[in-house]
């Protein structure tokens, strides 16, 4: 024993002795210290930064060797150590003022700790005023923001184009742009320009913007995957903690966080018109995070952010995207504050996978900032009236203004070439199956579509296997009138079913629409607590091929229904509507919905004449679109929808007198690089006796296909409520748990993991009059709920739609037919990114 740790402590003693130790301070022309300065052993990853006294040191087990001395703005040195020779005293030589192009820096082998990282100290100096920097430190400002979006085909070869353009391949190939690639081409396909002037009150916390301009011009739209992917990067902050990206939550490069999720590497300083200026650059720690990688540049003076570039690499967890860049230019006023110049933006997307020799679609977008006014304060009335964008070309331009204010041949080239290409046959037929596939539907003549497809081929225990034919008129996103409908044939019960909806879009502003809709179809009134009668409300389809267990459970519905929809505000939409509707049971020899009527004989079937009063507000979604459809782009918003309804006893026959208000509330939370929960709340309560089809069953979910808002371990009318609370959770972790598992990440697979639960009471007077082969039941002494974890992102490539959850529930006996499972194994579909 005693050897050993003898020959332990010479061991550790020889090694004391080998090791080195090279200090020293480093200094400029004028003898003073240089903080930042680089000193590393040459072809090593061995070194240190200078503190802000210009000192370095580090301990090395070379014992020569050169040191590296580098520093932006000043003449690199190569210094001979030695183990006599390791204390110096270094002075480094400014080099040139001016910096064409910044150097790309490699990701470094060797993390710092973040308070040793010399690049920490100007960061947090960054935080400390990135929300009192540039138009903050003003009580009033103005500016013009010029925004221009562009959309295109990229990588496409000679042999494509010859496909494309027959006989005109030479004459459009010498005028079309060539991909950064240098091989390929790239085709535009649209553009549009939008010139807006932005009016603030920093006392009043107020900004207003004026739309002054607006131009459109591309291949004819069949549906919105145009608009959608054109507003990809709306209100991209990185001043943020977090930037919302294709409905994902990234890490600013910016955040007070930033260093858990990046390396930063202070690469040199460098002086601009005698303003010296720090280069950062980031990387994500982890390649497969939801995180960026790029430069900065930020002034030393007031460690405002000069110019920033970041990109996500190919291989994040992302769909679709082979790549996404950003650019943001400031410039300085008064020699102190720095103000938004220039953005762009730019993303590459993919159909199938990233593959480089892929073709794909190219999303650009320009904004240019100018004319800055400041502290000219307006009146407080100004900044509360909005001008809205509420009808097609409404703030059309002619071609002198455009013309005024467009200097750049690169963009009147653009525009000649969409004007060429966008009648083009098979460039119409490209954008048509984009549309298509986005949409479900599939042109059948000039304004009539058919689908959607998805639901072609339905089934259930009454009907059977269910063909289902539907079909809507469309223009353009932009049509005022909508016709819809679908004819259904179910081949066990040999009926046919059908519905049809008409729309009109009365007025622009404020926004009105007028609607009125017949179903005669089966429904599964027990799968859904909130059922308003909402224009383009959606409506839960219980018709799944796979299902477990017999759904004899569903309802006969022959339902008229007249709405109106009145947008008060922007994102805040008020209605009334109107429904007489007829319920009996779609197979009552094995679903009863008989009750006591008031004559106290048993009556089979509910006539229901009831109106709809409700309000629904989500703040921060992004519409877009000017017709009676508007649609929605891919951003996170809250909801929140009060719906109050009222039955009429006696008027066109209505059985029941009742009121039925509920309120549902959804909320997305952004939680920085953990993810983003998603989470709702219901509160439903029916006042007066009614029959079970006017009730509020708990939704349950008998396929094995996930549905929103049920429970899949659940049967039909397991619990009736009139009164209840209902609650779930879902959190989604986009690949934080699995990107830093080996081999696991290789499957790109995101973690899920969810919880919902239903407390509920049922009254005495509706279980009295309950004459239906349905034991009312309700969650009334405990909790019901059901919880579990899942993963998404199934796929293969970027083709990633699937989803498998495995969930349990808590105790619970089935009173209404077979048990129902404890356990389960869920799949979902979604496209996303």
């Known amino acids: 024993m005693k050897f050993s740790f003898s020959l332990i402590c010479l061991f550790l003693s020889c090694a004391s002795f080998a090791q080195l130790k090279l200090s020293g301070v480093v200094v400029d022309q004028n003898n003073q210290p240089l903080p930042f300065v680089n000193v590393y052993i040459e072809n090593t990853t061995e070194g240190d930064v200078t503190n802000e006294n210009g000192l370095f040191s580090f301990i090395t087990t070379k014992k020569r060797g050169n040191l590296e001395i580098s520093f932006m703005g000043y003449t690199a040195q190569s210094i001979r150590f030695t183990?006599?020779?390791?204390q110096f005293s270094i002075m480094l030589v400014e080099e040139s003022n001016q910096l064409d192009e910044i150097i790309i820096v490699s990701k470094p082998k060797k993390r710092l700790r973040k308070k040793e990282n010399p690049a920490y100290r100007i960061l947090k100096e960054v935080w400390k005023r990135k929300k009192t920097n540039g138009l903050k430190l003003f009580d009033a400002y103005q500016y013009t923001t010029q925004k221009t979006t562009e959309i295109g085909l990229n990588n496409l070869d000679t042999l494509f184009l010859k496909k494309v353009f027959t006989d005109k391949t030479?004459?459009?190939?010498?005028?079309?742009?060539?991909?950064?690639?240098?091989?390929?081409?790239?085709i535009p396909l649209f553009m549009s320009e939008d010139v807006i002037e932005v009016y603030g009150n920093n006392i009043l916390n107020k900004e207003r913007e004026v739309i002054i301009a607006e131009k459109s011009e591309g291949v004819n739209k069949n549906g919105f995957i145009f608009d959608r992917m054109a507003n990809t990067f709306n209100d991209i902050d990185i001043f943020n903690n977090s930037i919302e990206l294709l409905k994902k939550s990234f890490v600013s490069p910016i955040s007070s966080a930033g260093f858990d999720s990046y390396d930063y590497v202070l690469h040199d300083s460098l002086v601009v018109d005698d303003k010296k200026f720090y280069s950062i650059y980031f990387f994500p720690r982890r390649n497969g995070d939801l995180a960026f990688e790029g430069n900065m540049v930020i002034a030393d003076k007031n460690f405002s952010i000069s110019k920033i570039k970041m990109k996500v690499n190919k291989e994040i967890n992302l769909n679709f995207v082979r790549g996404v860049s950003f650019e943001k230019e400031f410039f300085v006023k008064d020699d102190s504050i720095y103000l938004p110049k220039k953005d762009k933006y730019m993303g590459d997307f993919v159909f199938v996978d990233k593959d480089d020799s892929n073709k794909g679609l190219t999303i650009k977008k320009t904004l240019l900032y100018s004319d800055y006014v400041f502290d000219k304060a307006l009146d407080n009335k100004f900044y509360d009236t909005e001008v809205i964008r509420y009808k097609p070309n409404q703030f059309e331009q002619d071609q002198a203004y455009w013309d005024s204010i467009n200097t750049s041949t690169d963009k009147?080239?653009?525009y000649t070439l969409i004007d060429d290409v966008k009648n083009n046959k098979k460039i119409k037929q490209i954008s048509g199956i984009l549309n298509t596939l986005s949409t479900g539907y599939i042109n059948l003549v000039p304004g009539i579509q058919l689908g959607q497809y998805w639901n072609t081929v339905v089934g259930n225990s009454v009907e059977g296997t269910k063909l289902k034919l539907g079909f809507r008129t469309f223009k353009s996103d932009d049509d005022r009138f909508r016709l819809s409908g679908f004819v259904g044939y179910g081949i066990k019960d040999k009926r046919f079913k059908f519905g049809t909806e008409a729309k009109y879009l009365i007025s622009y502003k404020p926004r009105i629409a007028v609607g009125a809709a017949y179903l005669y179809d089966v429904e599964q009134l027990g799968a859904k607590l909130l059922n308003t009668n909402r224009l383009n409300a959606n409506v839960f389809d219980p018709?799944?091929?796979?299902?477990?267990?017999e759904n004899y459970f569903l309802s006969f519905v022959n339902k008229s229904v007249v709405k109106f929809d009145i947008e008060a505000k922007k994102n805040l939409h008020v209605g009334f509507s109107i429904a007489h509707t007829k319920i009996s049971s779609a197979s009552p020899s094995e679903f009863s919905i008989d009750y006591v009527n008031e004559f106290g004989g048993i009556s089979s079937r509910v006539t229901d004449v009831s109106t709809d009063l409700y309000l629904a507000y989500t703040p921060g979604r992004f519409e877009y679109g000017f017709g009676v459809e508007q649609k929605m782009g891919r951003n996170l918003y809250p909801s929140l929808v009060i719906n109050y309804k009222r039955g009429y006893k006696n008027f066109l026959d209505g059985d029941f007198n009742y009121d039925k208000i509920q309120i549902k509330y959804s909320q997305p939370i952004i939680l920085g690089k953990i993810g983003i929960l998603v989470t709702t709340a219901e509160v439903g309560k029916t006042f007066g006796t009614v029959p079970i089809a006017l009730l509020s069953p708990v939704p349950a979910n008998q396929t094995y296909w996930l549905t929103k808002n049920t429970f899949s371990l659940m049967n039909y009318y397991d619990y009736v409520?009139?009164?209840?609370?209902?609650?779930?959770?879902?959190?989604?972790?986009?690949?934080?748990?699995?990107n830093r598992i080996p081999l696991i990440n290789r499957l790109k697979l995101r973690s899920i993991i969810s919880f919902k639960g239903v407390y509920g009471t049922i009254s005495d007077e509706n279980i009295a009059i309950n004459r239906s082969n349905i034991s009312y039941a309700a969650p009334s002494n405990k909790l019901y709920y059901e919880y579990g974890f899942g993963f998404e992102n199934i796929g293969y490539k970027d083709i990633r739609p699937l989803r498998v959850d495995f969930l349990w529930r808590g105790d619970h006996t089935s009173v209404n037919g077979l048990p129902s499972p404890k356990f389960a194994v869920r799949v979902g579909i979604k496209a996303g990114f």
Do not use: M, Q
């Not at 030479?170 to 790239?186: A, K, M």
């Open 170 to 186: 030479d004459n459009t190939i010498t005028r079309l742009p060539v991909d950064n690639n240098g091989i390929n081409f790239y």
């Open 412 to 414: 009147k080239s653009t």
């Open 543 to 549: 018709n799944a091929l796979f299902s477990r267990g």
């Open 721 to 738: 409520t009139d009164s209840y609370v209902y609650g779930d959770a879902e959190h989604h972790f986009n690949g934080f748990i699995l």
């Open 83 to 86: 183990a006599k020779k390791n």
